[in-house]
């Protein structure tokens, strides 16, 4: 079995369950708990913290949801990842959120939030300058955090990490959105995007059991796609814990670790998407690059699509496509280089969106 193989298995473990290989002990980090500002803190510290050492520091909203197993199990699957040295040791704080979770994470009004989600004021800018003024400086005084901070969050935490970069380039060089909330005030996020800047990275992901379309938001940062800007389409993913869990190695890679760009395979994915928010059917070509570190994310923009009879249908340059007569379409999808063909077949889905 060769290498690449080996590798590829301890990354499938990973992203399956997040959890040690039973095989082989790993060392672990350390949680430690702090109150700073009004605010509870969950501190992982990694296996061999030295505190003359600087560590990257991430930190997380949603913090009671973060480590151990019925959360997001960020510690285990960090222990994991540093003991195979696919990231570097880190930091990780994770801010609990309260009462006041709608109002600390949420920068704009939206009427259906406030429905679905009771009564709050927008007060992400005040929350944020918290964070920025009192909990990162309490952080690097008392613990051997260095400079380079990232900031993550799913849902409601999803958008404020996001936004909190964008508006804070230069505490946060680094941004992940697990499902984030773009949808707030009709997508208002992307009309900010553009303040995202080269010497950041981001992520964001969603699930097509979820679905919304937050694709644009590539093309409204003026960032290059597997650059600063990362996506990964998660086929019949859904808004739980359960699967947000699965891509917390992306984040740490992302953050903490290396890839080697040029050692990958990719595949395409097709998807018939019926979203539970507009009843729409979205018909969308997903390919899915994996580098050999584990990292996962979808080549939308990045990837080149053709239609080879396009009186039949058309494919956007996001991968979404459409019939324009009921014959199946034949495309071409290139990326770096290598080509693949496939056939999107008109009967074949007509009867799955009858179905779903």
């Known amino acids: 079995m060769t290498k690449y193989i080996l590798h590829c298995l301890v990354v499938a473990v990973l992203l399956c369950c997040g959890r040690e290989l039973a095989s082989q002990p790993v060392a672990k980090g350390s949680v430690v708990q702090r109150s700073a500002s009004g605010l509870d803190l969950l501190i992982y510290l990694p296996p061999g913290y030295d505190n003359t050492e600087s560590y990257k520091t991430l930190y997380v909203n949603d913090g009671q949801t973060i480590f151990g197993e019925q959360g997001l199990n960020m510690d285990a699957i960090a222990d994991e990842m540093i003991a195979r ?14 009462k006041d979770r709608s109002s600390h994470y949420l920068p704009y009004e ?19 300058k918290k964070l920025v003024e009192k909990i990162v400086p309490f952080i690097e005084k008392n613990f051997s955090a260095g400079k380079t901070r990232g900031i993550a969050g799913y849902s409601f935490g999803g958008l404020h990490a996001v936004w909190s970069a964008l508006n804070h380039p230069t505490v946060f060089k680094f941004a992940a959105g697990l ?3 773009y949808w707030v005030q009709d997508f208002k996020l992307f009309t900010e995007a553009s303040k995202a800047r080269d010497d950041q990275v981001y992520y964001f992901d969603v699930g097509t059991g ?11 940062t003026n960032q290059r796609l597997l650059e600063n800007i990362f996506y990964y389409e998660v086929k019949d993913a859904n808004h739980t814990l359960a699967s947000w869990r699965k891509r917390v190695p992306n984040i740490l890679l992302l953050f903490a670790g290396e890839t080697d760009r040029s050692q990958y395979t990719w595949e395409i994915q097709q998807e018939i998407i019926k979203s539970a928010y507009t009843g729409k ?7 899915v690059i994996t580098y050999t570190s584990g990292l996962t994310c979808s080549l939308s923009y990045a990837a080149k699509f053709t239609v080879e009879n396009p009186a039949d249908g058309i494919v956007n340059a996001d991968g979404s496509f459409r019939f324009l007569q009921p014959n199946d379409l034949k495309v071409s999808v290139s990326y770096n280089g290598e080509e693949k063909k496939l056939i999107l077949g008109y009967d074949e889905i007509e009867k799955i969106k009858a179905r779903l």
């Open 179 to 181: 499902s984030p909330s």
């Open 210 to 220: 979820e679905w919304n379309y937050y694709v644009p938001f590539i093309s409204h």
């Open 85 to 98: 040295k696919m990231i570097g040791p880190l930091i990780m704080v994770a801010i609990k959120s309260n």
């Open 281 to 287: 059917y979205y018909l969308r070509i997903n390919p």
């Open 110 to 128: 939206d009427a259906g939030a406030r429905q679905d989600f009771g009564d709050y004021t927008p007060r992400a800018h005040t929350y944020t």
